[in-house]
């Protein structure tokens, strides 16, 4: 199996980063939606529409995306050779993964809130909230391009 893993190494990071990118989308996406959605009044037809685009956005993208992500990026790191398991950087940038999927569990109980009209959060958390995945993603690229 790491025979197999290793001659298409190239086509699964390709794989690993595209879809890091289409979560990585979603996820800068949905939280700004939820600011938005805090704009207008429960139960209307701009809520409801919110509500849909909130539920496509994580269930159809943002899900699939992330679990692409997970299963790409772990052939990869099952190559021998390919990760230095004592560095720091990779147990750094593991850890911001984590957290970003972390963010992801979150931004679904959200999502379930706004879908029971049950928003527990103003406008500013998720303005605030919406700044956590872009912090992480530095950390997450620079960890992995420059090594520190």
């Known amino acids: 199996m790491t025979d197999f893993l290793a001659t298409y190494q190239s086509w699964i990071l390709s794989l690993h ?16 939606l939820y600011v938005y959605h805090c704009q207008v009044v429960p ?5 409801e529409r919110f509500k849909v685009m909130e ?12 679990i692409v992500t997970f299963l790409a990026g772990g052939a990869l790191a099952s190559i021998p050779g390919l990760i230095d398991w004592n560095a720091g950087w990779w147990w ?10 972390g963010f992801h569990g979150a931004c679904g109980t959200w999502r379930r809130g706004f879908a029971e009209d049950r928003n527990q959060h103003p406008e ?16 997450i690229v620079i960890m992995i391009i420059v090594r520190p």
């Open 17 to 32: 980063i595209m879809a890091f990118i289409a979560w990585m989308a979603g996820t800068f996406y949905l939280p700004r």
């Open 43 to 47: 139960g209307s037809d701009e809520s």
């Open 55 to 66: 539920r496509k956005l994580l269930r159809q993208i943002m899900t699939p995306a992330m």
């Open 92 to 101: 750094a940038k593991l850890i911001c993964v984590f957290g970003l999927a």
């Open 124 to 139: 500013k958390f998720y303005r605030i909230a919406n700044e956590v995945p872009t912090i992480l993603m530095m950390i």
